[in-house]
C-alpha cells in the first residue's frame, strides 16, 4: 500500500481513478446488458448431441405426464408431431413443465433455459417434425402493416382476447390471458400450434405476412397502452437512466478535479 501512499497526490492521480472508473463503469454496464440479451433466438439445426441432451431433460422433467417415448398418458397428450414450435411456447412461457396439481397452464417464469427448451424442442421434433420455432425474420415487424394488423386481430383474435389484447374470460371457466408479456416468437409460436382453447392458425389459414401484421398490431398497441414511468418489466429505460446518472456523475467528478487542479497556480493567459 506504499506506493499508493507515495503517489496519492501525484497530479495525475486524480485522472488515473476518474479513467479506472469509467472503465468500471463499461465492464458493469456490458455485463448488465449482456446477461440480458437473448442468446440468439434462432435455432440452430439440431445434431444427434443436443437431441440425446434433450431426450435426457424430456425423461427427467416432461415424462413422468407425456410418457417416455412422449407418446401421452392419461393425464397428458402426445406430443408426437406437435413440433418444436409448440415445445418452445410451451416452455418458454412457463407453461411447461406443468405443476402436478396446479389450476390452469397460465404464464410463469420458464423452468428450463433457452438452450435446455431448445434442446427439447429438438428432441421432440426428431420424433415426428411438425412446425419449426421461426427464425427471427420470420416474426420481425419490418415492413409490417399494423392497420391490416388490426383489422386481423379483430376479426380472429379479439373474440377472446380483447379488442386491446388485455384478456378475457371463455367459456368453460377457461381464461385467454393478455397479450402484454408475450414476446414475437411466442406470438407468432401461439398462432401456428393453437395453445389449449385456441384455434391453430396455420399459414393457409393466416399467412406468414398477416401473422406478421398480427404481431405489429399486439406489440404496437402495446407501447400506446403505456402511460409512461416505471414498468418493471422494460429493462430498457432502467439502464438507460442508469448511463445517463452514471455519465452525469462522472462530468461532475472531472470538473470537481479540473476545478481543484487549477488552484494555486497562476492562471494562464489564453
Ligand atoms: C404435470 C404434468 C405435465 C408435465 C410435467 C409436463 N406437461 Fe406438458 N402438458 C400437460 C398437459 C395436461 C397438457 C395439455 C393441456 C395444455 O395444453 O395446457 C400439456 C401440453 C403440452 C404441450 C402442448 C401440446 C399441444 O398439442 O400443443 C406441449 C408442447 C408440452 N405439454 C410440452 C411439455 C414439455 C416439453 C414438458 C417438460 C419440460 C412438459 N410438457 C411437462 C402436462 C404436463
Ligand atoms: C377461442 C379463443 C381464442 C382465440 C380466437 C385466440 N386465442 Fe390466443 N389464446 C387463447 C387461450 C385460451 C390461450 C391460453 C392457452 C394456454 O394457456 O395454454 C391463448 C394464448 C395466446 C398467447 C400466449 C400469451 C402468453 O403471454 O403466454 C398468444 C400470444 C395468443 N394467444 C395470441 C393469439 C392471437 C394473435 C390470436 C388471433 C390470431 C389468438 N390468440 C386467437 C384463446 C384464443
Keep these: 500500500m506504499r506506493w499508493i501512499t507515495a503517489r496519492r497526490r501525484h497530479p495525475a492521480a486524480g485522472y488515473a481513478i476518474v479513467l479506472l472508473t469509467l472503465v468500471a463503469i463499461g465492464l458493469g454496464y456490458a455485463a448488465l446488458t449482456g446477461a440480458g440479451s437473448p442468446a440468439s433466438a434462432s435455432a440452430p439445426a439440431p445434431g444427434q448431441q443436443q437431441i440425446a441432451r434433450g431426450q435426457e431433460i424430456f425423461a427427467r422433467n416432461c415424462a413422468s405426464c407425456h410418457g417416455l417415448e412422449a407418446q401421452g398418458t392419461a393425464v397428458a397428450p402426445s406430443l408426437i408431431g406437435v413440433g418444436a414450435a409448440a415445445v418452445d411456447f410451451q416452455v418458454s412461457t412457463g407453461r411447461m413443465p406443468a405443476a402436478e396439481q396446479g389450476p390452469e397452464n397460465v404464464r410463469k417464469p420458464p423452468v428450463l433455459d433457452t438452450s435446455q427448451t431448445l ?72 398462432m401456428l400450434t393453437g395453445p389449449e382453447a385456441m384455434p391453430v392458425f396455420n ?3 393466416m399467412t406468414p405476412m398477416n401473422k406478421r401484421d398480427i404481431i405489429a398490431y399486439v406489440t404496437a398497441t402495446r407501447t400506446e397502452a403505456n402511460p409512461g414511468g416505471f414498468s418493471l418489466g422494460r429493462i430498457g429505460p432502467v439502464t438507460e437512466g442508469l448511463v445517463a446518472f452514471l455519465g452525469l456523475l462522472l462530468f461532475m467528478v472531472v470538473a470537481a478535479l479540473w476545478i481543484t487542479a487549477k488552484q494555486g497556480k497562476p492562471r494562464e493567459h489564453e
Design 203 to 205: 399459414d393457409t389459414t
Design 119 to 190: 434442446e427439447v424442442a429438438g428432441y421432440i421434433a426428431s420424433l415426428a417434425g411438425g412446425p419449426a420455432i421461426p427464425s427471427p425474420e420470420q416474426v420481425s415487424t419490418a415492413g409490417a402493416d399494423v392497420a391490416v394488423g388490426q383489422e386481423l386481430f379483430i376479426a380472429n383474435c379479439a373474440q377472446c382476447h380483447n379488442f386491446v389484447g388485455a384478456g378475457g374470460a371463455l367459456t368453460y371457466g377457461k381464461f385467454a390471458p393478455a397479450l402484454t408479456q408475450a414476446t414475437p416468437t411466442q406470438i407468432y409460436e401461439a
